[in-house]
């Protein structure tokens, strides 16, 4: 039986981080198996959702978060790409959301949800996040086909070249701007 409570202990010894664990999902995040906010520094896990999951399968949701915890808390260790990214969330519906002094706002950008499940799983700090928890499951539990299959499921089917998150960000960064004019023109009048 895996026991999150050892590995994510010993994760933050390393590390040096105040993070705090939680099986209590968030509000809108009860079918997610696990995310971290920034603002709890917390990593919550889906232990009701994983239940019946391979212990792998438990390693790899909770290395994941871990490694989002160390992204957003440290993102000097990142940089680059994976700094940039950090800023931005984009859901596989279109719906964005922008970090911006600690606070997110939001915009839809039109499109299909395979176009943006593809740009959500190649999003940089995704990508890191898997290819983390991918090695980090692989060191406990040895390699096999399950996992591999699991890692790959988390992975962008095309490539996402990094100019098409530059216009993806830019077109953010616009809607974004955009709306916090129309409502500060709104709240004047």
């Known amino acids: 039986m ?41 990593v919550f896990i889906n232990a009701d959702i994983l239940k019946e999951a391979p212990d792998y399968e438990k390693a790899f ?5 871990l490694r989002h915890s ?31 002094n600690g606070k997110y706002f939001e915009c839809k950008l039109e499109g299909g949800e395979e176009y943006f499940t593809n740009i959500y799983l190649g999003q940089p700090y995704e990508v890191d996040a898997n290819k983390y928890a991918y090695e980090q499951a692989k060191n406990i539990f040895g390699d096999s086909e399950d996992l591999r299959e699991l890692y790959e499921s988390w ?30 023109s709104v709240s004047r009048i």
């Open 2 to 42: 895996f026991d999150y409570k050892i590995y994510f202990n010993q994760y933050r010894d390393d590390n040096g981080s105040d993070l705090k664990l939680s099986f209590n999902m968030p509000a809108g995040y009860e079918t997610a198996n696990g995310t971290f906010d920034l603002e709890s520094k917390t």
């Open 61 to 65: 949701y909770l290395f994941h978060e």
């Open 70 to 100: 160390s992204q957003y808390l440290c993102p000097e260790l990142f940089g680059g790409a994976i700094g940039r990214s950090l800023q931005y969330v984009i859901m596989y519906d279109g719906a964005c959301y922008k970090l911006i």
């Open 155 to 184: 992975m962008p089917g095309r490539p996402v070249p990094d100019e098409v998150y530059g216009l993806v960000y830019a077109l953010i960064d616009e809607k974004i701007q955009m709306k916090d004019q129309a409502d500060n």
